[in-house]
């Protein structure tokens, strides 16, 4: 079963991602409203957001059916993460920023008004930036961590909001820790188990430690395309329900060592 999408997918190219997403309705109906000028109903910008949003739940129980060759993303995010410190050398907690592509941004835009077309401030994105956090939550924010091979929780996202650049919406969020942790190492990955979003971290400088103790230091691996061990799973594995973290294949793996 294949996922429709606008366009076909293509390789990335330099500057602002320009991906489709699909677009389909899925499981729910959301709410609409008459646009003056406008035949038919428009969806909030907001609901279009919780729809595509949404979309990651229906991915989860479409994938038992859907083969390797079949599994790929309908999300892109470009992302730059911060690993932050108290002053006692505990974690506690993560802070994101998550660009995404610009034809999903175009349609989370959709009948929001704004005092000057095109220009959109914080206040007239706060209430997509909430949508998108709690959106965010059901998947575990996609962001994964161990201490010490242990692993650990974070809570609800603070400090978040949106902002608008470059045809491109960007989730800039603190994920704090549900209880600050002290560890030699620590293993952070990002990563959707679905793969229904694909994460690709920044070029240049794509992690930081933000207050960490001099003696730590910090290793980024980004993923490979995963092709070769996509295609060593067969379609009975995803029938049998083995793809549950088909997406780990594609994590973003940082590791921090502090001795």
């Not at 996922?3 to 293509?10: G, Q, Y």
């Not at 998550?98 to 706060?126: C, H, I, P």
């Not at 560890?183 to 400088?205: C, N, R, S, W």
């Amino acid at each position: 079963m294949r996922i429709p999408c606008l366009h076909p997918s293509s390789p990335r190219t330099r500057g602002p991602i320009r991906r489709a997403v699909p677009f389909r309705q899925v499981g729910r109906h959301h709410p609409s409203q008459q646009t003056p000028g406008v035949m038919g109903p428009r969806l909030r910008g907001d609901d279009v957001l919780s729809m595509l949003l949404g979309l990651l739940a229906f991915v989860f129980a479409l994938s038992a059916g859907v083969s390797s060759a079949q599994a790929h993303p309908h999300v892109w995010i470009t992302a730059k993460s911060e690993v932050v410190y108290a002053p006692d050398g505990t974690i506690t907690g993560v802070r994101h920023a998550w660009t995404f592509d610009d034809m999903f941004s175009t349609y989370a835009l959709q009948g929001l008004n704004t005092k000057t077309k095109g220009v959109y401030t914080r206040e007239d994105l706060a209430p997509l930036a909430q949508t998108n956090v709690e959106s965010l939550k059901e998947f575990g924010f996609f962001t994964f961590a161990k201490a010490d091979g242990k692993k650990e929780k974070f809570v609800d996202p603070v400090d978040y909001f949106l902002e608008y650049k470059d045809s491109a919406l960007t989730l800039h969020f603190m994920l704090p820790a549900k209880t600050p942790f002290k560890a030699k190492q620590t293993a952070l990955e990002v990563f959707d188990p679905a793969y229904f979003i694909d994460f690709k971290f920044e070029d240049g400088d794509p992690i930081k430690l933000v207050g960490a103790p001099a003696s730590c230091k910090v290793q980024f691996q980004r993923p490979n395309d995963g092709t070769a061990n996509a295609q060593r799973l067969s379609e009975n594995n995803f029938m049998n329900g083995d793809n549950s973290n088909y997406g780990a294949m594609f994590a973003n793996k940082i590791m921090v060592e502090c001795p």
